[in-house]
């Protein structure tokens, strides 16, 4: 099984509220990601990381941050919930490698959030 | 526009009958195809993956093909189990970016009925 964590599993919180979801890997990847899931649609990425200090938008834009400080740690902060950001949250990891390569992405378990 | 589309969108099946997913796709340039298989409230877990030169690939009870030419792939899964009732996403990677971008399905989603 993939070493990638998430933290909450999951959060209900109220509209203002600042959250923040904590990712960790323990495989020494490179590359991190997060990715937004609704029920029945596709992943879709909203932030990237292709290491320390390195961090980028995704193709669907976020009100989130993220910050890459160290390779294990990809925390997603959200400044003011809003019940427009209830969704599910995945993080992954992927090994350094050249373009287009297998580097297979691994996955958390997700952070089910909810904004009331 | 990069695309990857599932069907059915979801089925239902008896135990131990088979079943197959089919997936198609527009990403281009194409650099590889794989299968995971994503558990309700959890993340996606990888089951195959193949290549442009790859046309089949098997991993227990699942096999999934690939035929480039058309941009098409199926999954294939024997002897289904109660175990299998998951939501089966195709997943396409191009090879025309650094990051090796993944183009995600909306996922097909199997129910096995005892």
């Known amino acids: 099984e993939a070493d990638i964590y998430q933290t909450p599993r999951y959060l209900v919180i109220g509209t203002g509220k600042k959250i923040t979801l904590e990712c960790s890997q323990t495989m020494g990847h490179d590359k991190m990601y997060w990715y937004q899931q609704d029920p029945g649609m596709e992943l879709h990425l909203i932030h990237y990381?292709?290491?320390?200090?390195?961090?980028e938008k995704g193709d669907l834009s976020s009100e989130s941050t993220v910050s890459r400080i160290r390779t294990e740690h990809f925390p997603l902060t959200l400044e003011s919930a809003r019940p427009s950001h209830t969704s599910q949250y995945l993080c992954?990891?992927?090994?350094?490698?050249?373009?287009?390569?297998?580097?297979?992405?691994?996955f958390g378990p997700g952070t089910r959030l909810t904004v009331l | 526009k990069n695309q990857v589309e599932q069907s059915p969108q979801s089925l239902i099946i008896l135990e131990g009958k088979n079943c197959t997913l089919q997936c198609n796709y527009t990403v281009s340039p194409f650099s590889n195809l794989r299968w995971y298989k994503q558990d309700t409230g959890r993340g996606p877990v990888s089951l195959t993956i193949?290549?442009?030169?790859?046309n089949t690939k098997s991993n227990g009870r699942y096999t999934a093909t690939l035929d480039a030419d058309t941009k098409q792939s199926s999954l294939h899964i024997t002897a289904s189990q109660l175990s299998d009732s998951a939501s089966y996403i195709c997943v396409v990677s191009d090879r025309g970016s650094t990051l090796g971008r993944l183009y995600f399905g909306r996922g097909t989603q199997l129910t096995v009925w005892p």
């Open positions: 193949m290549t442009f030169s790859e």
């Open positions: 992954a990891s992927s090994g350094s490698g050249f373009t287009g390569d297998l580097n297979e992405q691994f």
């Open positions: 990381s292709y290491g320390v200090n390195s961090t």
